[in-house]
């Protein structure tokens, strides 16, 4: 299958930084990312859809300030944590699709991050 | 929303046991996934179901699709400490390219 690697793997930044997580496809076009969260023995929740170009669409009760994404590229999507609380730790996975087909998704390794 | 629910939610087995895993929704969708996350890690695709009814076999994994293609059931036969990790089922969001997944069930599989 496709390679998607994430950047970075761990994280620990303070409250009130912001911080940025890669989400690179390495081998093939991703015309879409997605972005998840996922809390510790939990599911995976979708927070967000980002199509090549254009502004990312984001699932209700995830707030676009505060979790800005930005896919410039078609090997390259970014996940910013503004003004991170220690609500925030988490571990964040990204995937890419290149099409846009739900069941074409390639996951990445995931970034865990803590807040202090 | 969760829209798949998954039983049992932890299960804890030792090694050479069967075991059946159980995602439900009550609506119908056309295709299924299974995927396995270990701690750390991204999921990772195991299967795609997508014919109501249909069983599909990966080693000692089994994985069948409801007729009515509202339910799938993921089997393992003489279970392995390998096999521990987390167990997602997941679907198309309908008209949209979303995946949704289900609640999950955590597996561990003690030596």
């Known amino acids: 299958g496709a390679v998607v690697s994430q950047h970075p793997s761990r994280v620990i930044c303070k409250s009130g930084t912001s911080v940025k997580i890669e989400c690179r496809s390495l081998?093939?076009?991703?015309?879409?990312m997605f972005w998840y969260r996922q809390f510790p023995k939990k599911s995976l929740m979708l927070m967000a859809t980002?199509?090549?170009?254009?502004?990312?669409?984001?699932e209700q009760g995830v707030e676009k300030d505060k979790f800005l994404i930005n896919h410039a590229s078609l090997t390259l999507s970014t996940l910013t944590v503004t003004s991170a609380h220690p609500e925030d730790s988490s571990f964040y996975i990204c995937?890419?699709?290149?099409?846009?087909?739900?069941?074409?998704?390639?996951f990445g390794p995931g970034t865990r991050l803590t807040v202090l | 929303t969760q829209l798949l629910e998954q039983s049992p939610q932890f299960l804890s087995i030792q090694e050479g046991e069967n075991l059946t895993v159980y995602c439900n929704s009550s609506s119908v969708f056309s295709s299924l996934q299974w995927y396995r996350q270990e701690p750390g890690e991204g999921p990772v695709l195991l299967v795609t179901?997508?014919?109501?009814?249909e069983v599909k076999k990966l080693k000692r994994l089994t994985f069948q699709f409801g007729d009515a293609r509202k339910d799938s059931s993921l089997h393992i036969t003489a279970a392995q400490p390998g096999d521990t990790g987390l167990y997602l089922c997941a679907r198309g969001g309908g008209a949209t390219n979303k995946l949704i997944f289900g609640t999950g069930t955590l597996l561990a599989v003690q030596p």
């Open positions: 179901v997508v014919t109501g009814g």
């Open positions: 980002s199509n090549e170009g254009s502004k990312a669409t984001y």
């Open positions: 081998d093939f076009q991703a015309t879409t």
């Open positions: 995937s890419a699709a290149n099409r846009k087909a739900w069941d074409t998704q390639y």
